[in-house]
T-cell receptor
Framework: DSGVTQTPKHLITATGQRVTLRCSPR?????VYWYQQSLDQGLQFLIQ???????AKGNILERFSAQQFPDLHSELNLSSLELGDSALYFC??????????????FGPGTRLTVL | ELKVEQNPLFLSMQEGKNYTIYCNYS?????LYWYRQDPGKSLESLFV?????AVKQEGRLMASLDTKARLSTLHITAAVHDLSATYFC??????????FGGGTRLMVKP
């Protein structure tokens, strides 16, 4: 158990809908990262937050957005869902956002299925 | 754009044998990570390699980093069934963002 929690574990929804994925980082970690894992794209970095502020953006679609709240939990919002958005979404956390021997610890993931 | 390539993508090996997984990356980075993923599960951190020539070992796994060649290896010694999983290397770029390789699916047969 990495100490990173994600809810829900599974989510099934229809095309065009909007969902919110939630992540709580390890105690003391200030950075949260979101990744998408799919068969065709592999593991891709989406976005990073550090202490409430966006720090880095990867291959995140405009239909997707995220935020980190004062208690450091984070939410990833996916809207206008398409079949191709079906994937495993991971949240990871670390203490520092830059430098050091700062390993990212991954949560159990949320499996999103868009029908 | 940073590219991270692993090979092989799939590896079937007998218990007791040795093998090496390779991770090549396209731009300069001094930090490389290895993760393990069991089917349907999360990613478990195995090693963090921080500098050229770094070598780390845990049990039957040993990882090394050659930043000049932009190459990391994960060596498996005397494989056992419990090592069956998918192994990912990931290279750190600015802001602690990780770029992952495609993964190597390892199957160890008795």
């Amino acid at each position: 158990d990495s100490g990173v929690t994600q809810t829900p574990k599974h989510l099934i929804t229809a095309t065009g809908q909007r969902v919110t994925l939630r992540c709580s980082p390890r105690s003391g970690d200030l950075s949260v990262y979101w990744y998408q894992q799919s068969l065709d794209q592999g593991l891709q970095f989406l976005i990073q937050y550090y202490n409430g502020e966006e720090r880095a953006k990867g291959n995140i679609l405009e239909r997707f957005s995220a935020q980190q709240f004062p208690d450091l939990h984070s939410e990833l919002n996916l809207s206008s869902l398409e079949l191709g958005d079906s994937a495993l979404y991971f949240c990871a956390s670390s203490y520092f956002w830059q430098g050091g021997t700062d390993t990212q610890y991954f949560g159990p993931g949320t499996r999103l299925t868009v029908l | 754009e940073l590219k991270v390539e692993q090979n092989p993508l799939f590896l079937s090996m007998q218990e007791g044998k040795n093998y090496t997984i390779y991770c090549n990356y396209s731009t300069t980075s001094d930090r490389l990570y290895w993760y393990r993923q069991d089917p349907g599960k999360s990613l478990e951190s195995l090693f963090v390699l921080l500098s050229n020539g770094a070598v780390k070992q845990e049990g039957r796994l040993m990882a090394s980093l050659d930043t000049k060649a932009r190459l990391s290896t994960l060596h498996i010694t005397a494989a056992v069934h419990d090592l069956s999983a998918t192994y990912f290397c990931a290279v750190e770029v600015a802001g602690n963002m990780l770029t992952f390789g495609g993964g190597t699916r390892l199957m160890v047969k008795p």
